[in-house]
């Protein structure tokens, strides 16, 4: 057994994480830009904490709170702009996976005068990114852990990933209790997208040894509340909790192994039919899991040891993915699809069986 992990991230977790750890901002510089989007940080009560402990720590801050769902090339470029104007050392990212993951571009824009907004993809420039810290206030991408940012193209709409070591924050902290006002649609779809973060990456071959750990923790962490919900059960203080360590644990496991194919396939519901993030990837949690138990048996066994029978997992997680106002035709699904028709992503390689085109395609056709 060989596996490779680096996560230089420092993660401070708990309640009061910010404020009882202020001197962490102190060590990124004397002023700082914080990354949010309209409201989420505000009513989380984690841009009053980052607030009170840069003040505490005598550091100026200036706020860019433009951030969306999905986030726009080019809203990261502007903000990377701002940055340079107001002669920030460094960015403060507060929010769920749109503004931690716009922060990470943000960081090599702000650094980088000469980048145009596509050139990101690139992946090539002069200096490394303004040092990043992250505050966490969904239970759902586990992007304060990954060196991932999916951003989305302006002029066509789709979503594309950067990846690599200048994309970790230098510091993430993560305190459950900003997830606590999250409303309960938006909870169940980052759980959702916790959850398939959990189970893309067991079954990948990537995931042994300590990766497995990690997903061995996540996977029942998050079964047990995605359940509940299923059932209409109050989300408690506790289940707000493990969702929120869960979907870290899920972070630390894609960070190294990936996600599988429904994340790419779900692009396609979130880009053309404004389907959230995680409640579109587990639209295809069906087809993968039938996947998983015929190319991985003994992985299918252990997951099941995990959470339940294949096909009740499969029945809750779709009691809670509704998409009846949804269809796409045999057609539409072929035209998707021809975004991979030049090349199969990882995500589909890394899957139980590979994916194709072809299946891929059958996979999208949705209530037709």
Known sequence: MTYNVYMPTRVISGNNAVTENSSEFKALGTKALIITSKSGAEKSGALADVKAALEKENIAYDIFNEIGENPLISTCH??????????????????????????????????NKSLAPLDIYKREYDNAPLPLAL?????GTGS???????????????????????????????????????PIKSTVSTALDA??????????????????LFAEKA???????????????????EMREDLYYGSIY????????????????????TE?????HGTACAAFAGYFLDRCAHFSPEKAKAFEEMTDSIENVKAVIASLVDLSNISISPEEAKAYAERWSKAIPGNFTASPGSLTKEEAEKMLVINN
Not at 135 to 139: C, K
Request: glycine share 10%; aromatic share 10%; net charge neutral.
């Open 250 to 269: 899920a972070g630390l496991t894609i960070n190294t192994c990936g996600t599988a194919f429904p994340h790419p396939l779900g692009y396609v519901l």
């Open 195 to 212: 959850f398939a973060h959990a189970y893309e990456g067991f079954f990948t071959t990537k995931c042994e040894g300590v990766e497995r």
């Open 144 to 182: 304060e852990v990954t060196s991932v940012a999916v951003l989305t193209n302006d002029e066509t709409g789709i979503k594309k990933s950067i990846k690599g070591a200048d994309c970790y924050a230098k510091v993430s902290f993560c305190d459950p209790k900003y997830t606590y006002s999250l």
């Open 78 to 111: 502007k903000a990377g702009v701002k940055a340079r104007e107001c002669n920030a050392d460094f960015l403060i990212g507060i929010g769920g996976g749109s503004p931690q993951d716009a922060s990470k571009a943000i960081a090599i824009y702000a650094a």
């Open 219 to 237: 996977i029942p962490m998050l079964y047990k509340c995605i359940k509940a919900m299923s059932e209409g059960k109050e989300i408690t203080t």
């Open 135 to 139: 505050v966490g206030t969904t239970a």
């Open 272 to 276: 053309n039919y404004g389907v959230p």
